[in-house]
């Protein structure tokens, strides 16, 4: 795991620190300060510098702004060197402090169109980690211009990379979504409920149907549950079904 830049970081003892792994490990300087700067979550020791000199330039701010500026930093910093593995790991922070740091980034609207590319370029990534994270951070991040990529994504031949996609399209809590599913996003859904080979992603689909509050996926549920699923899909369809009876709640009509 990355570790966390101080608010005021010191470049003479980072310099120091780099020069103490170099004389540790007999490499390079240029490989410890490289090292050193991906130990801090930044993809070049450049990149560190960089950061170290705005950060002591800049006007006294709050540790929260200093966090978000720092995270913007980061993120921005990775997506541009295409380490989208150690981005997914970058981006392991908690929600309040990934939307302070999302605030941030939007002021930068080239560059945060750029990142964006970025993530939805990683769900065509051979490795299934990249693909999985890089859905993971469009819940959060992605926009109208992410959905048909996300869309494909629910053909994944791996199982928690569909279901990922379709949180990703669905999840009103994590990030900006329609109001309502687009019909062959929710067709695709529906179609996942009642036919996906994995447990796990039929349990999703219906998380996420009932979620929106898709009517339509009650009959399937029914009919899933006259069958025998398993414990952990039928609690699941099971939760899902009820939450379909549920009367709406007035107050969300309007989200």
């Known amino acids: 795991m990355s570790r966390a ?10 310099r120091r620190e780099a020069r103490a792994l170099q004389r540790a490990t007999g ?5 410890s300060q490289l090292s050193l700067a991906r130990d801090y979550g930044f993809p070049s020791w450049p990149a560190l510098k960089t950061e170290v000199e705005a950060r002591r330039a800049a006007p006294s701010r709050s540790a929260a702004q200093l966090d978000a500026e720092l995270l913007a930093a980061q993120w921005f910093a990775l997506a541009e060197a295409g380490q989208l593995r150690a981005l997914d790991r970058a981006l392991a922070v908690g929600k309040g402090r990934k939307e302070a ?14 990142f964006q590319q970025a993530l939805v370029a990683g769900l065509s990534a051979p490795r299934e980690r990249v693909r999985f994270g890089c859905a993971a951070a469009l819940d959060t991040f992605g926009d109208a211009g ?5 869309a494909a994504l629910m053909d994944d031949p791996v199982p928690r990379v569909r279901w990922m996609a379709m949180h990703a399209l669905s999840c009103h809590a994590c990030g900006e979504k329609p109001a309502e599913l687009e019909p ?6 529906l179609a996942a409920l009642a036919n996906d080979p994995s447990p796990q992603v039929r349990r999703h689909a219906a998380f996420m149907l009932a979620a929106a509050r898709e009517t339509a996926a009650a009959p399937i549920i029914e ?5 025998e699923p398993g414990p952990k899909l039928r609690r699941g369809l099971e939760w899902a079904l009820s939450e379909l009876r549920r009367p709406a709640n007035p107050a969300r009509a309007g989200l």
């Not at 830049?5 to 980072?14: F, S, T, V």
């Not at 490499?27 to 490989?31: A, D, F, I, N, V």
């Not at 740091?101 to 750029?114: F, I, K, L, Q």
């Not at 992410?146 to 996300?150: D, N, V």
């Open 5 to 14: 830049l101080p608010p005021r970081p010191d470049l003479e003892r980072l």
């Open 27 to 31: 490499q390079p300087l240029s490989q």
């Open 101 to 114: 740091a999302r605030t941030v980034m939007r002021r930068s609207r080239a560059r945060y169109a750029a």
């Open 146 to 150: 992410a959905r048909e990529p996300l």
């Open 184 to 189: 062959p996003i929710r067709a695709r859904m």
């Open 223 to 227: 009919a899933m549950l006259g069958g």
